[in-house]
C-alpha cells in the first residue's frame, strides 16, 4: 500500500534516507537542505537551512551511534558536514560541523563507515583520486585527519594520465567486529578505463594502508563505466555479495571471506540482471541482503530478489516487483528498504 512519506518543494535535485528509515534529508538547486520526518508526514519538514551558495547535488546520513548529522557535497565540488543540535523539537538547529577543503576538483560521492568504534569518511574525486578520513574523537564531528590518499587501479597509474571522471559510488562493507577490517567498493564512470572497474579496498594493518583485494570485472569489462555500487549485509553467508551497475545490466558477484595465497579475495560474477530501460542510477539492499532495489532513467522502482530453484542453487535472480518511480525529481530517486 502507498503512502506519502515527505512533500518536496521545488527545486529539489537528491534526497537520501536516514538508517532506519525514519527520516529523508533533502538537497536544492538554491543550496538549502531540508530535513523530513517520516512519522508526520503532513509536516512541510522539521528543519530547512542554507548549505551552500550552490545547488546541493548529494545528502549522505552519519551512521546514528555518532548522532544526527548529514553529509553534503555541492556542486561546486565542496563536501560540508552538518549536525542537529537542541535537545527540545521546537528549538532543534543544524550547525556546520566540517568544511572540507577543496583542491581543485569536485567530490564525485562520500559514505561513511565503521570501524571498531572510530568514524571513517571515503570521499571519491573528479581526478580519480580516493581519500579517506578518520574522525579523531566520535564525539566531536569537526575533528577529522587524512588517513590516506590513492588513486582507484590496481597497478601504477603513471603510464594512464590523468582520467576526467564525471560520477563515482561507493559502498562500505556493512560487516563489523573485531577481527574484520575495513573494506569498501568503488567504482568510477570516467574516460579512462583503469580508473572505473569497481576495486574492493581493504585496510591492511600491518602496514597501515589501503590495498585493493578483488576487482569485479570480467577482462572484457573492465572498461565499463560504473554507475552505482551495492553491498550486501551478511547473515550468515560464506561470502559476500555486492551488485554493481552499468550499461550491461546489474551484476550480482560473490566475494570471497578469507584471502587466498596471493593476498587478494576470490570473486566471482554469478548473475546479471536485465530490465531497465537506460541507465540504472541507484542500487541499495534491505536489511537481510536478499532483495535488491534498483532505480533507472526509466522511470522504474525495480525489486530482485533470489531464487532458491534457480539453475545455480542459492542465486537465481527474478525481478518480484516494478513499480513508477513515484518520487522522481531529475535524476533523484530515494531507496529505502529498512
Not at 537551512?49 to 546520513?61: D, F, P, R, T
Not at 560504473?226 to 555486492?242: F, L, T
Not at 541507465?279 to 526509466?298: H, K, P, Y
Amino acid at each position: 500500500m502507498e503512502r506519502v512519506v515527505a512533500t518536496l518543494e521545488k527545486g529539489a535535485q537528491c534526497c537520501g534516507w536516514s538508517h532506519g528509515g525514519r527520516r529523508l534529508a533533502a538537497g536544492y538547486d538554491d543550496g538549502a537542505v531540508s530535513v523530513h520526518d517520516s512519522a508526520d508526514p503532513s509536516a512541510r519538514y522539521s528543519a530547512r537551512w542554507m548549505a551552500h551558495s550552490c545547488g546541493v547535488v548529494n545528502v549522505v546520513w552519519v551512521p546514528p551511534e555518532f548522532g544526527e548529522a548529514i553529509a553534503c557535497i555541492c556542486a561546486d565540488g565542496t563536501l560540508s558536514l552538518w549536525e542537529e543540535i537542541g535537545q527540545d523539537v521546537q528549538a532543534v538547529s543544524w550547525k556546520l560541523c566540517k568544511l572540507f577543503e577543496g583542491t581543485g576538483t569536485q567530490v564525485l560521492d562520500v559514505q561513511f563507515g565503521v570501524s571498531l568504534t572510530t568514524l571513517k569518511l571515503v570521499a571519491a574525486y573528479s581526478d580519480g583520486y580516493v581519500k579517506v578520513y578518520e574522525s579523531l574523537d566520535p564525539l566531536e564531528l569537526n575533528k577529522w585527519q587524512l588517513q590516506a590518499e590513492f588513486q582507484n587501479v590496481i597497478d601504477s597509474v603513471s603510464r594512464f594520465g590523468k582520467p576526467s571522471c564525471m560520477s563515482a559510488s561507493i559502498a562500505w562493507s556493512p560487516r563489523r567486529g573485531e577481527s574484520q577490517q575495513s573494506s569498501f567498493v568503488l567504482g568510477y564512470n570516467s574516460d579512462l578505463s583503469q580508473f572505473n572497474s569497481p576495486k574492493v579496498w581493504e585496510f591492511e594493518e600491518a602496514h597501515q594502508r589501503w590495498v585493493p583485494v578483488a576487482e569485479l570485472a570480467l577482462p572484457g569489462d573492465k572498461g565499463d563505466r560504473v554507475h552505482a555500487v551495492a553491498w550486501a549485509p551478511n547473515i550468515g553467508r560464506p561470502y559476500e555479495v555486492v551488485a554493481v551497475a552499468t550499461c550491461k545490466g546489474i551484476a550480482i558477484w560473490h566475494v570471497g571471506l578469507n584471502p587466498e595465497s596471493d593476498g587478494r579475495l576470490s570473486a566471482e560474477k554469478v548473475a546479471l540482471l536485465a530490465g531497465h530501460d537506460g541507465e540504472v542510477w541507484q542500487l541499495d539492499w534491505d536489511m537481510s541482503g536478499m532483495t535488491l532495489a534498483s532505480t533507472g532513467g526509466d522511470g522504474m522502482v525495480r525489486l530482485w530478489q533470489s531464487n532458491l530453484n534457480g539453475y545455480r542453487p542459492g542465486f537465481m535472480q527474478k525481478c518480484i516487483m516494478e513499480h513508477p518511480c513515484l518520487m522522481l525529481i531529475g535524476c533523484m530517486v530515494a531507496l529505502n528498504l529498512c
